[in-house]
């Protein structure tokens, strides 16, 4: 028998331990009333001119957003909400004045001002403001859950609005297919910001779990059990070990953030006669309600004054990238010999051999295919727990990889055509590499192998390199070496020695070539360039070139045939410039190298209009660089599939030697 | 007519396979379903069959090259002296490329660089290449200028010193000035002031000394003595191209008797005080009258100064003695009005620093004239 909390006790909640809440009405409406209390308390904030950006609150939905999180009692539970999260994390953290202080722009803030009320962090607590962005992400910390065997599970929290959004489906599919300890919940308010749910959602709620074979539930929040059918999903997802929906029936009392509600009154007067936490309040003694009210308002008084007194969050100074120091590169023996495709095979089996945290995702790599490019070949024989042929979901295997990144694992993604990439954009773009630079305590391990390139007559949608796409993702890691790097040290460097979301391209016309470094030497790494001495930018070593050729990926072995063109018909003396680290760019290694040459030419395989070379051709010109400059690229246009098309559009040996001799 | 066996893909993504062997040779019969050739990828070996009976006429490829997939890998004819179909397009040259008379790239950089034109140098091939535009910058180009021996240089400082290697910055003005590398680079400049201070000065000084003639240029002259000691470059010379830092200040001074010139010597004059200083000059001077001068007397001086106010002259350009670099020339005043200017050698010091000792002499410097 739980005992009755008092009102003095009650509102001691520190953020440092996830409150403990007792099935009994005094708590649950004592709870409930302080979530409803904060979030009038930030609309009069927000009206006085004190929150920092936009708030969205969960009036009415207190006892919904409490009821499945109270019972996340395991110390590996971890939680994904959304834009509507201020319930969800005060049941979880208990942490009034950090959140205050949050949704201020505080020092104080439990993410120290960089969140906002969109974008928490905390222990096991994550939101986002993208609409079912972290379903996926979800999934994959539910399959490291699984593999690391100790228990805990994940909630995914989402609104019915969120319905239409493609990635819940992935995410319920990969869920059910892995069979994962993941607990999708669907706050039914009826409305998505002001439209009506059914102006969006067509057919059943419950039939969207019921069709990927999930253990599913439907229960409303003014029921007499809400608390307790709440905690049964919670309970059988964590006793089976397998994926379930639930669906939470409820009302919002407010508007969708500030001003933007277009419901009648008549609605409304409705919402507010069913308001359970109204009702549950009901079921105190006058006296006492009243006595944890008056307790409640203090507590919040003093939390905010205590967020108040926080100074404005301020950096000390603002990150020139998300990066950090570069740490130490470790010298290692050069694997030598076979072609890229070995060599990358032979990197992913020592890996898996030697890091059981590794794992990777991707489609068709089961054996015997091994990949569409042969390049994961006989590794789900040695290690089927670990490499998982997934379904035809890139969005959704890109974000299973955060989640096993940030659940402590090294993941690694394999996107069969770089050309998907864009599939799991928002997922790069708006989630991993945006929680390490806002979250202290989070790293996204993650690398995104992508078979890319053109030349193989493959078409417009499966032959292109999206390099420029990613390099202009801030903190968005991108790799692209050639057949004259380490293949198997870039790879191992990039999922075992650097802990930032990557993507590592592979072009398919290199996977045959042999993996010789041919005379190449480093250049020394700048100090100031991250990752430089991880992922080296190679010379093929002339002391007074005529011309410099900047190039990398797939455009390598072209420019060594033309280099060798030039050399011999023309006695020009050719440089080579092969960088491996497109993006953070390698920018003063290569402006400590390159300044005093004459004449420059980037050649690119992607359209030259935004591209890489246009970043290192203006980074030259910022350090003084006066000598000539040419880029040598496809025009902006699709490539066409016949290979006499195709050669005509992509940059050839011909076309690079009439452009560059057009420098002379 | 004959028809093509093409060169099998055995993987979807290997566009290249490896020619193990041909199982046929030229002129040889051969029956549908025979194997012809073995080809193989990364991962599988193949064998290539006729498609149908025929003669080889031509095989492609020799034993262990790369071989393009769907390339033509073995002709097969109906008979044995057919000829293969030559309807390959011509190999396209690249404008301006190979096949014309275009000089190399390597040609037109050093014909850039040299600011050449290619039409004025013969090739001695098709193309105009680099060891032409060498061959033609060697017999061109303006004589190398024969590399002159260090002319002996005439005299050397007669007053101790030191020698030392002039640092970069002032080697650089001295090979500014270099035809002068063993002759001064005498260059004048000048500064006007108002001689009044000077004249009170002097005066002052007259009386307390009881001295009978005004000793403004002796006191001038000592002020220079004092600021060429604080400052040596005003007291050095080049040897043999290095700079030679005088170890004493010993100040030249016009004296003209007779129609003559004479430039006595007050030897370290920077041990000196201005008293000293001034009898020094008045007893030089009054040997210079008395034509008691010793050639000893007129040797050594390392800095010097000139007056010619009595005549009175208004400006005057004196002539630099001899591994002398700063000589200062005073004039007479006009209207309250003097010039005080300098000669000295550029290869030494520069116009500001020979302005700011000249600037330092427009007014007299009490405490630098009596410290001593």
């Known amino acids: ?260 509600d277009l419901r009648g009154s008549e609605e409304m007067d409705a919402i507010r006669a069913r308001d359970p936490l109204t009702r549950l309040g009901e079921r105190l003694p006058d006296a006492e309600r009243q006595a944890i009210e008056k307790s409640n308002a203090d507590f919040l008084k003093a939390a905010v004054d205590e967020a108040m007194q926080s100074p404005p969050a301020q950096f000390d100074e603002v990150p020139l990238h998300p990066f950090g120091p570069n740490q130490p590169v470790q010298a290692k023996t050069v694997q030598v010999g076979g072609t890229v495709r070995q060599a990358l095979n032979a990197a992913l089996h020592r890996m898996l051999e030697q890091s059981p945290e590794v794992i990777l995702l991707g489609e068709d790599l089961h054996d015997p295919y091994g990949g569409a490019f042969k390049v994961s070949e006989r590794l789900t024989t040695a290690y089927p727990d670990r490499v998982l042929s997934t379904p035809i979901s890139e969005a959704g295997i890109v974000g299973a990889g955060i989640g096993l990144a940030m659940a402590g694992k090294r993941p690694i993604v394999e996107i069969m055509f770089a050309d998907f990439l864009s599939l799991g954009m928002d997922q790069i773009y708006n989630h991993a590499v945006k929680f390490p630079p806002l979250f202290d305590e989070v790293t996204v391990p993650l690398v995104i192998r992508a078979a890319c390139g053109g030349g193989r007559g493959y078409g417009a949608t499966h032959s292109q390199t999206p390099e420029s796409l990613c390099a202009s993702v801030p903190g968005l890691t991108v790799i692209y070496g050639s057949h004259r790097h380490d293949a198997g040290g870039l790879l191992e460097n990039a999922v075992l020695n650097w802990d930032h979301p990557t993507v590592f391209f592979e072009h398919k016309l290199l996977y045959s070539r042999p993996n010789e470094p041919d005379g190449y030497k480093a250049l020394a790494a700048h100090a100031s360039d991250p990752a430089a001495g991880l992922f080296p930018t190679l010379q093929n070593g002339r002391d007074e070139p005529d011309i410099t050729i900047i190039a990398y990926g797939g455009m390598a072995p072209l420019v060594e045939v033309v280099a060798e063109e030039l050399e011999r018909e023309e006695e020009l003396s050719v440089e080579i410039i092969l960088p491996s680290l497109i993006a953070p760019l390698p920018r003063n290694t290569l402006i400590a190298a390159l300044s005093d040459r004459p004449r420059i030419v980037l050649a690119e395989e992607s359209p030259t209009e935004f591209g890489v070379g246009a970043e290192i051709a203006a980074s030259l010109a910022e350090a003084g660089f006066d000598g000539h400059i040419l880029r040598v690229g496809p025009p902006p246009v699709p490539i066409p599939s016949a290979r006499s098309l195709e050669e005509q559009v992509l940059p050839d040996r011909d076309r690079l030697i009439a452009e560059i001799l057009e420098m002379f | ?119 004025d140098i013969p090739a001695a091939g098709a193309r105009l290449k680099v060891s032409d535009v060498e061959a033609f910058l060697s017999g061109n180009a303006p004589p190398a200028e024969p590399e002159r021996p260090p002319a002996p240089q005439f005299g050397a400082p007669d007053a101790g010193g030191k020698s030392t290697e002039f640092s970069a910055y002032e080697a650089a003005m001295l090979h500014s000035v270099s035809w002068h590398a063993h002759e001064a680079a005498a260059t004048y400049l000048e500064a006007a002031y108002d001689e009044a201070d000077w004249q009170a000065f002097a005066q002052g000084f007259r009386d307390r000394h009881g001295l009978l003639s005004s000793p403004l240029v002796p006191l001038m002259a000592y002020q220079l003595v004092r600021h060429a000691s604080d400052n040596p470059d005003l007291n050095s010379t080049v040897h043999n191209g290095r700079k030679f830092v005088y170890d004493r200040v010993n100040l030249g001074f016009t004296v003209h008797i007779g129609g003559k010139l004479f430039l006595p010597v007050i030897h370290e004059a920077d041990g000196m005080n201005a008293r000293e200083f001034v009898d020094a000059f008045a007893g030089l001077h009054r040997s210079a009258m008395r034509g008691k001068l010793q050639p000893a007397d007129m040797k050594g001086a390392t800095i010097a100064i000139s007056s010619m106010a009595r005549w009175p002259v208004l400006r005057h350009m004196p002539i630099l003695p001899p591994f002398v670099s700063l000589m200062v020339a005073h004039s007479a005043p006009q209207d309250g009005r003097s010039i005080l200017g300098a000669t000295y050698d550029h290869r030494v010091l520069d116009g500001a620093a020979a302005f700011q000792a000249l600037n330092h002499l427009t007014s007299p410097d009490d405490k630098e004239i009596t410290s001593k």
Request: proline share 5%; net charge negative; aromatic share 6%.
């Open chain 2, 1 to 119: 007519m004959p028809r093509p066996i093409h060169v099998p893909r055995i993987n979807n993504n290997d566009d290249e396979v490896k020619l193990i062997a041909f199982l046929v040779s030229p002129g040889e019969a051969v029956k549908s379903g025979q194997a012809v050739a073995e080809v193989e990828s990364e991962k599988a070996t193949v064998v290539v069959e006729a498609e149908e009976d025929g003669f080889v006429i031509e095989t492609s490829g020799t034993q262990g090259q790369m071989l393009d997939v769907g390339a033509v890998l073995l002709w097969l004819g109906e008979t044995p002296d057919e000829t293969v179909p030559q309807n390959d397009p011509a190999p396209q040259s690249v404008d301006g490329q190979a096949g014309t008379d275009r000089p190399t790239a390597g040609a037109l950089a050093l014909i850039g660089k040299h600011g050449l034109s290619a039409v």
């Open chain 1, 1 to 260: 028998m739980v005992s009755e909390p008092t009102a003095e006790t009650r509102p001691g909640f520190d953020g440092r331990s996830k409150p403990e809440l007792p099935l009994d009405p005094a708590a649950l409406y004592g709870f409930g009333h302080l979530i409803r209390g904060s979030e009038e308390t930030l609309l009069d904030l927000f009206s006085k001119g004190q929150l920092s950006g936009t708030t969205h609150t969960c009036l009415g939905q207190e006892l919904c957003q409490m009821g499945v999180v109270r019972a996340l009692n395991h110390d590996r539970d971890a939680i994904f909400s959304n834009h509507r999260n201020h319930g969800h994390f005060l049941t979880y953290s208990g942490d009034f004045a950090g959140l205050f202080a949050e949704i201020m722009g505080r020092e104080a803030g439990v993410c120290g001002g960089h969140g906002g009320s969109q974008h928490l962090a905390y222990r096991g607590f994550h939101s986002s403001g993208v609409q079912g962005g972290m379903t996926a992400i979800a999934v994959g910390e539910a399959l490291a859950r699984k593999q690391d065997g100790a228990g805990g599970i994940v909630a995914v929290i989402i609104g019915d609005g969120t319905l239409g959004q493609g990635l819940v489906y992935e995410s319920l599919n990969l869920a059910g297919v892995w069979d994962v300890p993941v607990l999708f919940v669907v706050e039914n308010n009826s409305i998505a910001q002001t439209t009506p749910t059914d102006m969006t959602t067509a057919g059943s709620l419950t039939a969207r779990g019921e069709a990927f074979g999930i253990q599913t539930w439907r229960v409303s929040d003014d029921a007499p059990d809400f608390f307790e059918r709440a905690e049964a999903a919670v309970d059988a997802v964590r006793k089976t070990g397998s994926p379930g929906f639930l669906v939470i029936d409820t009302m919002r009392l407010g508007p969708h953030s500030k001003g933007d």
